[in-house]
């Protein structure tokens, strides 16, 4: 298996632009987690999805973010519009459920954004 | 409110010797622990689970206690190298079994 893929790796914007983040996660995993990371905050979990549904998005940062799952393969977020401190990195990870609990997480390599 | 404390400074250590990494936790009941390695520009990747029943576990030159009690766990690496620098993430799961992550320690191996 290729692992949790990521596009693009690094993106770059100017304040006021939509910015559509995507992922695809390891076949066969049923979880599915977005994360910012920052060196101020450290690694932040914005939402995850069970079977392509939003569980938890407590940790969407505001409105003008959002995630969407259509399938089992393929998940997107969006930041609209996007301001400078949205700048980090973003992962996404993806999981199954295993012996009573959610295995460990499989990350991606991550989308650098910056927001000018 | 819970917190995850790991220390922010950098561990340097010499190669050879035994690295120890604490991940301090407060307001936690964790179900299991877990321990990543993140290197420069790519993320985190799974190196050992603890369950809050276990005290111990071994993979290789790694080692991971948990004291659920103190809550603290401790990661040992022996023998250390200098591949083994990185930044060290402990992540703690409660009985939702979603990690919650701590901000990571760097450890720099010289040789």
């Known amino acids: 298996d290729a692992g949790v893929i990521q596009s693009p790796r690094h993106e770059v914007t100017e304040m006021g632009q939509e910015v559509t983040l995507r992922c695809k996660p390891i076949?066969?995993?049923?979880?599915l987690f977005w994360y910012r990371q920052t060196m101020m905050r450290g690694l932040e979990l914005l939402i995850y999805?069970?079977?392509?549904?939003?569980?938890?998005d407590s940790g969407m940062p505001e409105d003008r973010f959002s995630a969407k799952m259509p399938n089992a393969s393929f998940s997107t977020l969006k930041i609209q519009p996007s301001e400078p401190r949205d700048s980090a990195v973003y992962f996404c990870?993806?999981?199954?459920?295993?012996?009573?609990?959610?295995?460990?997480?499989?990350f991606g390599p991550g989308t650098r954004l910056t927001v000018l | 409110s819970q917190k995850i404390e790991q220390n922010s400074e950098a561990l340097n250590i010499q190669e050879g010797k035994t690295a120890t990494l604490t991940c301090n936790y407060t307001n936690y009941s964790p179900a299991y622990l877990q321990w990543y390695r993140q290197d420069p520009g790519r993320g985190p990747v799974f190196l050992l689970l603890?369950?809050?029943?276990?005290k111990e576990k071994r993979k290789e030159r790694l080692k991971v206690t948990f004291d659920t009690t103190l809550k603290q766990s401790l990661f040992h690496i022996t023998a250390s190298q200098p591949a083994d620098s990185a930044t060290y993430l402990c992540a703690l799961a409660g009985g939702s079994y979603i990690p919650t992550f701590g901000r990571g320690t760097s450890l720099i191996v010289h040789p």
């Open positions: 999805f069970n079977n392509n549904v939003p569980i938890d």
């Open positions: 990870a993806s999981s199954f459920f295993r012996q009573g609990a959610i295995d460990t997480q499989y």
């Open positions: 603890i369950r809050e029943n276990e």
């Open positions: 076949s066969g995993h049923d979880y």
